[in-house]
Nanobody, 122 residues
Framework: QVQLVESGGGLVQAGGSLRLSCAAS????????MGWFRQAPGKEREFVAA????????YYADSAKGRFTISRDNAKNTVYLQMNSLKPEDTAVYYC???????????????WGQGTQVTVSS
């Protein structure tokens, strides 16, 4: 089992920045690839970014490219999502997830956090 707890969400004006954190406990964090997803009201959960277990490979949704950066610190059992140039359409609950592959496919992730709300005002 892996327990994931997100933090760092909040209210920010358009153009601002936030850094989300996801702290992991339980089985060896460093063995898992990690992903960030988000879900806006009335919409499907969607992929944002993913990082391989060593951190050597990262992947981004088109909406995140150039604005968001995923990173991880295996010594701290934590994965981060740095979000810059935020837009109102980035408003959503953001979830981190752990799985065996760094992928945009939701079903490939085995463990999920409870989510953290990000609200971007215009």
């Amino acid at each position: 089992q892996v327990q994931l707890v997100e933090s760092g969400g909040g209210l920010v004006q358009a153009g601002g920045s936030l850094r989300l954190s996801c702290a992991a406990s339980g089985r060896a964090f460093k063995n898992y690839s990690m992903g960030w997803f988000r879900q806006a009201p009335g919409k499907e959960r969607e992929f944002v970014a993913a990082i391989s277990w060593r951190g050597g490979n990262t992947y981004y949704a088109d909406s995140a490219k150039g604005r968001f950066t995923i990173s991880r610190d295996n010594a701290k059992n934590t994965v981060y999502l740095q979000m810059n140039s935020l837009k109102p359409e980035d408003t959503a609950v953001y979830y981190c997830a752990a799985g065996s592959l760094a992928t945009m496919i939701i079903e490939e992730y085995d463990y999920w956090g409870q989510g953290t709300q990000v609200t971007v005002s215009s």
